[in-house]
């Protein structure tokens, strides 16, 4: 793991100057971090808001940020408005993230700035990640995979650094939380970071609110399963019928981060 730390530090060194695509999750945070240490005031954060990122995970990017003391801009990611995002085909993640991109790579150039980092993993590789194929067609680098560094380091690293984020459960854009062809609208949108927010008011802490048309499918990990049936049903059941869900499932198998890309046929 030091090898792979010295290695992205030596990267990112080469660079020279830097802008960070930063969500205050583990793995944007430790590149933050990192780039901020060796680049200093050549680098730049940039947090990109929107309708889908839960304001709790905003909140949390802005005061970490202000903690590191890195220059950093927000800016208003607009993928909302492009039909193409909003009808959520499968490659729904690359018109986002092809917003977002284009947006930091016209202020790396205003600033001139040299490159624009994700915070993408190695581990990244193995899933579906279209989001990905936006950041290699626009020239965004990925310094973290460079040094082949995977999640699991990433965390260990970051609590050996005092990290508050090391721990942290991953937690994808909001959209995520809808199949595939399932249109994305800001009701839904919001009713889902509702659902979510009452869950964690509960006690759980991994966890996702799949949204299906009117029925919301709960994933939990399944050794919280027994915390989930001390409650009274009524607790979850009627503010989730409140926020308009007819239905209200817990799914069997449990907490699968990605879980409805199972059964993409992609090549």
């Known amino acids: 793991m ?8 030596q990267i990112v060194k080469e660079m020279e100057s830097a802008v960070v695509a930063f969500s205050g999750g583990v793995d944007s945070t430790f590149l933050l971090r990192v780039t901020h240490e060796v680049l200093g005031d050549s680098c730049l954060a940039i947090i990109g808001a929107s309708e889908t990122m839960p304001t709790v995970d905003y909140n949390n990017a802005l005061q970490q940020v202000k ?4 220059n950093y801009i927000i800016i208003k ?24 991109f284009s947006k930091l790579l016209a202020i790396a150039q205003e600033k001139k700035i040299q490159w624009v980092l994700d915070g993408s993993n190695k581990d990244d590789l193995k899933d579906y990640r279209p989001g990905m194929q936006a950041a290699r067609a626009l020239g965004v680098r990925s310094p973290l995979q460079e040094a082949g ?21 991953s937690s994808p854009c909001l959209s995520s939380r809808f199949p595939y062809g399932e249109e994305i609208t ?53 503010p989730f ?3 308009g869900f007819t239905y209200v499932t817990l799914d069997l198998e449990g907490f699968r981060s990605g879980s409805l890309n199972t059964g993409l046929h992609i090549h």
């Open 2 to 9: 030091q090898e792979k730390l010295n290695r992205l530090k």
């Open 241 to 243: 019928k409140e926020l």
């Open 149 to 169: 560094l995977t999640k699991e380091e990433i965390r260990q690293l970051s609590k050996a650094m005092g990290l508050s984020t090391w721990d942290k459960p």
């Open 67 to 70: 903690e590191f003391g890195a």
């Open 77 to 100: 990611t607009e993928e909302m408005t492009k039909e193409e995002f909003v009808k959520n085909p499968q490659n729904r993640c690359y018109h986002c993230k092809n917003e977002l």
């Open 186 to 238: 800001l009701e839904k949108l919001q009713r889902v970071e509702r659902a979510e927010s009452l869950l964690k008011e509960l006690g759980f802490r991994n966890l996702r609110v799949r949204h299906h048309q009117d029925m919301a499918r709960l994933e939990i990990p399944q050794e919280d399963f027994p915390k989930l049936m001390e409650l009274d049903p009524e607790d979850i059941v009627k």
